[in-house]
């Protein structure tokens, strides 16, 4: 299936909950290549055992897939100071949830409690700052269906930069008006420092 072999597939097959794609998430470390070279497949994490953000939301796609769920995509855009965020959307009930692979205390799962894609995308604005405390979430993506390349992604030996670049000039949504911008209050010390909290430590 999609080109997984057994081991492979046996693996994903059992995530078959987003609470048990996010549990193996968190077994996965946490890879400090975003933004240089590496953007792996699902294959790759797999057998390498790590993964950063959107790696980890390929993944989890993947796994929503095969479960016969859409495999979907959503873009956190930040100012350009900071970095932007991706998580894997799912639906449960008529609403919204998030899975997430993160280093960081915050930007994590998300309960499927939220109605609109932009609720779910507003849960994130107040744990999105910067060590100075400026929250910098500026807007959201739609829904990014992973279907439209097919599924040879999740086997590529090649890096998916395409698709992260896709992913960015997808259509996104504002979520603060200038004034709501002007007026965000900064987190504070103890927000800051809860937030500099890590799980992996960088070799």
């Not at 693996?11 to 590496?38: C, H």
Request: proline residues 4%; contains cysteine.
């Amino acid at each position: 299936m999609f080109g997984l072999d057994h081991d492979e597939l046996r693996v994903v097959r059992r995530l078959n909950t987003p609470v048990r794609v996010q549990n193996y998430l968190e077994t996965l470390r946490y890879s400090f290549d975003a933004g240089n070279d590496a953007l792996r497949s699902p294959r790759r994490v797999l057998r390498e055992g790590s993964a950063h953000c959107i790696e980890g939301a390929l993944l989890a796609a993947t796994a929503f897939w095969v479960q016969g769920a859409r495999p979907l995509l959503l873009d956190l855009r930040s100012t350009p100071d900071d970095l932007d965020h991706v998580v894997a959307p799912f639906r449960a009930h008529g609403c919204w949830g998030a899975v997430s692979k993160t280093n960081h205390a915050v930007l994590r799962y998300r309960e499927p409690i939220y109605r609109t894609i932009r609720e779910l995308a507003l849960s994130y604005v107040h744990e999105y700052f910067l060590d100075d405390g400026r929250k910098t979430m500026r807007d959201y993506s739609l829904p990014f269906d992973l279907r439209r390349y097919g599924s040879a992604w999740i086997t590529s030996n090649d890096d998916l930069w395409h698709i992260a670049e896709d992913l960015d000039d997808s259509p996104h949504r504002l979520i603060l008006s200038a004034a709501q911008r002007r007026g965000l209050r900064r987190a504070d010390p103890v927000e800051i420092r809860a937030g500099k909290l890590t799980v992996w430590r960088r070799r």
